[in-house]
DNA sequence: GGAAGGATCATCCTTTCGGGTGAAGGAGAA
DNA sequence: TTCTCCTTCACCCGAAAGGATGATCCTTCC
């Protein structure tokens, strides 16, 4: 931001000087004042585009990084009844790991990972796992 | 676009005829030509600023849509290797759908989706078909 | 101190998935 | 035309997932 609006200053300087040198020109070659400004006009314009584009830029690449950045929301969390235990087991299912990889990796038993997902799978109302996922996805549950 | 585009002219329109009244005011109350020039460099900046920032709020709202709305990448397709049909199973895997419903959705038999089950996953590397979303996501081959 | 809910584990049983293999018809390329 | 790939379908079998139910232990809340 900072950066872009230095940078839109050295222009304008720049434009300054150019106008300058133009305004001799004006003189010495009588050339007509409409041309004067509208080289003017032209180049401010083109200036002006570029910094509202580099402006908006900056501001896009900021929503980028919010939607790479999955930052779980506490009240969709809430709202969907799930237990933090049950959110663990969403998110490692939606990673692709089977049930015993999950209770491998949570350190507990294959059937209490599957008492797990029989709990959310209700809280969620879905049959499958993939459709677990997607839910999860869709709520903002899970990245 | 074009709106934008339209409103740029009318925008120029007005400025021309704005110039004209200063210029009127230029010989009547004999205003020093820096001023004028500025009061031209000023608007065209700020008319410049606002159609960038039209631009590329345009071109943002495509860019949301393209997240919102999936649109396939062929060469990321072609570098998967996999086919039509199987992309197509793939997409309703990731739905939630069991192979049943796929078959039903796809007009085919059940084996035949295991079948293109079982290729895209020696396709894509994995065991199972939560992975397999994964996979497919990651690369963009669905959404 | 009891009630409620979470976390843990178990057993039994059914359904779904996934692996392996084979095969037939069709479209397109060499 | 032969060969390759895609699509379709079938059968068998083992593994994984899912449904239902019950039980124990622990924390938290009223």
Redesign the interface.
Known sequence: MKKTILWYSLAAAA?ILL?KLLEYQLFVRSLSLEFY?AV??????????????R???RR?AV?VRA?AMFQRDNKVVDASGLSKRELEVLEL??????NQEIADALFVSLNTVKTHAANLFVKLD?R????????GKMRGLIP
Do not use: F, N, P, Y
């Open positions: 434009l106008l400004l003017i006009a032209a180049l401010c314009t083109t200036l002006g585009v570029w910094a509202g584009i402006l908006t830029h896009k929503e939607v299912m939606a990673r692709g790991l089977s879905v499958r796992r993939t459709q677990a996922i997607e839910r």
